[in-house]
Each structure stands twice: as structure tokens, then as C-alpha cells.
């Protein structure tokens, strides 16, 4: 039994090992992507302005209720209860990833791991951004029509 515990013990060393060779280089990774200051009150805070103009652009289309949503979660919102329930319900799911990626990042950090922390934590932002900012946009445009 000792000598199964000391071969997985060895395993995880080496296994750790190799983890941090390439730790340095997925942190370059994320740096490039998101090379503003590590903070996460950074990118917290583009979520949030990012998702604020879309909301702000929404109102008057849902005040004169021309307004059609593409995902189930914001079709099911405005069918329960409008634009209200939808607000709560996109700044819920908004709560919940900037949780869940604190918490990811927290994990890799206190496993000795701050660089696939960081990685972890631009990486659940990035998509968000990409899929939010051309909906602001386009909402914006719309606005002015």
C-alpha cells in the first residue's frame, strides 16, 4: 500500500511540474488577450459598462413592446414578467459568472497557480464581451432609426 501511495504522490509532483512549465506561457496568452491591470475590478467593471448601454438602447423598444429576444432565458424572462424580470434576470446570470470566475480564480491561486488563475478569469470574461459589445451596438443603432 506504501509503495501505491508513494507512486501517486510522485505522479502529482511530476504532474505539478509540468503544470508550472506551462503556466508562464498561458499567462503571456491571457495578457494578450486582456492586457489591461490583473485587477478584477478591471474587468468586472467593462462587464458592467458593457451591459449597460444594451439595457439603456432596450428601453424604449420595450416601453412600446416591439421587442423579440433571441435566447430562451431572455424569451422566458420577458414572458413571465417583461422587461423587468429580464433586467433581474440577465444582472443574475451577470452576478453568477463574475462569482463563479472569482471563485475559479481564488482555487488556482490558493493551488500555487496565479497564472492559470489569471487565465481562468480573462477566459470567462473574454466570450462575454465579444457576444455583449456587438449587441450594444446594434441596439444603439437601432435606437436612432
Not at 511540474?17 to 486582456?34: F, G
Not at 466570450?127 to 436612432?144: A, M, R, W
Amino acid at each position: 500500500m506504501r509503495k501505491i501511495l508513494e507512486s501517486l504522490k510522485t505522479r502529482v509532483q511530476r504532474a505539478n511540474e509540468q503544470d508550472r512549465k506551462l503556466e508562464k506561457p498561458i499567462e503571456k496568452v491571457s495578457r494578450l488577450i486582456w492586457p489591461w491591470p490583473e485587477s478584477t475590478d478591471t474587468i468586472r467593471q467593462f462587464v458592467s459598462d458593457a451591459g449597460l448601454p444594451q439595457y439603456v438602447c432596450r428601453t424604449p423598444f420595450h416601453l412600446s413592446h416591439q421587442v423579440y429576444e433571441v435566447g430562451p432565458m431572455a424569451k422566458w424572462a420577458l414572458a413571465i414578467g417583461g422587461f423587468p424580470i429580464l433586467l433581474v434576470v440577465d444582472a443574475a446570470v451577470i452576478g453568477a459568472l463574475i462569482l463563479f470566475a472569482t471563485w475559479v480564480r481564488a482555487l488556482y491561486t490558493r493551488s500555487g497557480f496565479p497564472g492559470f488563475g489569471r487565465t481562468a478569469f480573462v477566459f470567462f470574461f473574454v466570450p462575454y464581451s465579444v457576444i455583449i459589445l456587438p449587441v450594444v451596438f446594434n441596439n444603439i443603432i437601432n435606437t436612432f432609426r
